[in-house]
């Protein structure tokens, strides 16, 4: 059964640390690995990341993926409270050709405080 | 561009009643996808939509239906509504490329339906 599996599942930190979000998977047909950020409603896409070793980065987020142990760590330095949401990492398949869903962790939530 | 959009917003129904969960999206996405996120959890695909006429099962599919007659619309119906149904519904599409290789998922902005 594919799963993807984040931690921790909960975080409160302070404006101005540094946090790190993990996320581990497995997965049959793995394709690439996708983060969103979820405040009040729906998911806000942030990176995709297809190869091992290469860092994304947007801003104060980056993000990179390890195939071989099969994971992906999202970093966010010096945190401010807009920060604070649901991160869900989410593994893309690929089945057969035109299957492309994606199989979401259950989120890590960050609170910073001010 | 509108980007997916989905009514209504807000649903309460009574246990057996039925109802459909509108999905509309405007940019022209090959792949409509309908998730459940209940309470503290990730998402979880219900069903999926590789185009016009062609859908199939997600994760959690029993107890919904779905359709798709044209690209833009892809409707989710419930057709005996349970309190295990409670939950937050997005619709959210993509479109491929050449060679497959990028696919975000655009999501809309959800309906919280409860049963009571």
């Known amino acids: 059964e594919d799963k993807v599996v984040q931690s921790p599942l909960s975080l409160v930190v302070h404006e101005g640390d540094t946090v790190t979000l993990n996320c581990s998977y497995e997965v049959t047909n793995f394709r690439s690995l996708l983060w969103y950020k979820q405040e009040k409603k729906a998911p806000t896409f942030l990176f995709m990341l297809t190869s091992s070793g290469i860092e994304k980065k947007s801003g104060r987020l980056s993000s990179i993926l390890d195939k071989k142990e099969l994971f992906s760590i999202l970093n966010i330095t010096a945190t401010q409270t807009g920060d604070s949401a649901v991160y869900l990492c989410?593994?893309?398949?690929?089945?057969?050709?035109?299957?492309?869903?994606?199989?979401f962790g259950s989120g890590t939530r960050l609170q910073v405080q001010p | 561009n509108a980007g997916v959009t989905q009514t209504p917003k807000f649903r309460i129904l009574k246990i057996g009643q039925s109802m459909t969960l509108q999905c509309t999206q405007d940019m022209n996405h090959n792949y409509m996808y309908w998730y459940r996120q209940d309470p503290g959890m990730g998402l979880k695909l219900i069903y999926y939509s590789v185009g016009a006429g062609i859908t199939d099962k997600g994760e959690v599919p029993n107890g919904y239906n779905v359709s798709r007659s044209t690209t833009e619309d892809f409707p989710l119906r419930l057709e005996l509504a349970a309190p295990s149904q409670t939950s937050v519904y997005f619709c959210?599409?993509?479109?491929?490329?050449?060679?497959?290789?990028?696919?975000?998922?655009?999501f809309g902005p959800g309906t919280r339906l409860t049963v009571l």
């Open positions: 989410a593994a893309r398949l690929a089945l057969d050709t035109g299957r492309r869903a994606l199989t």
């Open positions: 959210a599409s993509s479109s491929s490329t050449s060679g497959g290789a990028y696919n975000e998922q655009f």
